[in-house]
């Protein structure tokens, strides 16, 4: 029972340099969301995706893309990473919309030097 | 001030104490959820409730929307529940606290 898997795990990056995290559910949900976490201060929304082929901004979407490729995959993109964006990302999903419970994936360390 | 608020930040408990964490919100909600992140991570839902109380195992965690507020508590409580709580409130999307870090000794 995988769930929801992000990759990697891990990642340092250097100021200016881009990656895209990677996000899939084996769950058959329809709905996905990016947060980041920063010590101190709640999960705060970055994008989510109601359903395959819809994406809408949350609370923190500036320097982010996301891409919904399919209904298993939706991914976060950093075009030109920044120190700010240093933090823990965490990718969720669940079954049809928001008053649901949300299933985690395990979080990615992301380090902008 | 932050729109969901949790107390206490951070608890230190004895094994077999019984725990209570609350959470606040300033805002009207549909529904609160209370999650888990342990020490490594990974976040775990544990309740999704609008009304009364919900248990499980325990683990029992109760609303007053009215009063806009929820605890949650932790009878007899073990260091394996150390980790960090988070509740969050749902309007059009969910709003976190910034968790309280409970660590169980024992």
């Known amino acids: 029972n995988a769930g929801v898997t992000q990759t990697p795990k891990f990642q340092v990056l250097k100021t200016g340099q881009s990656m895209t995290l990677q996000c899939a559910q084996d769950m058959n949900h329809n709905s996905m969301y990016w947060y980041r976490q920063d010590p101190g201060m709640g999960l705060r929304l970055i994008y989510y995706?109601?359903?395959?082929?819809?994406?809408d901004k949350g609370e923190v979407p500036n320097g982010y893309n996301v891409s919904r490729l399919n209904k298993r995959e939706f991914s976060l993109r950093l075009e030109s990473a920044a120190p700010s964006q240093t933090s823990v990302y965490f990718c969720?999903?669940?079954?049809?919309?928001?008053?649901?419970?949300?299933?985690f994936g395990d979080g990615t360390r992301l380090s902008i030097l | 001030k932050n729109e969901v608020e949790q107390s206490p930040q951070n608890l230190t408990a004895q094994e077999g104490e019984f725990i209570t964490i609350n959470c606040s919100y300033s805002v009207g909600i549909s529904a609160l959820h209370w999650l888990q992140q342990h020490p490594g991570g990974g976040i775990v839902s544990l309740f999704m409730?609008?009304?009364g109380k919900k248990k499980h195992g325990r683990l029992i965690a109760t609303i007053n929307i009215q009063e806009k507020h929820s605890s949650l508590h932790i009878t007899a409580s073990h260091p394996r529940d150390s980790a960090v709580y988070i509740c969050a409130g749902l309007q059009n999307k969910l709003v976190f606290g910034a968790g309280t870090i409970l660590r169980v000794k024992s």
């Open positions: 969720a999903s669940t079954p049809t919309g928001w008053n649901q419970p949300q299933h």
């Open positions: 409730l609008s009304s």
């Open positions: 995706s109601a359903s395959e082929g819809t994406t």
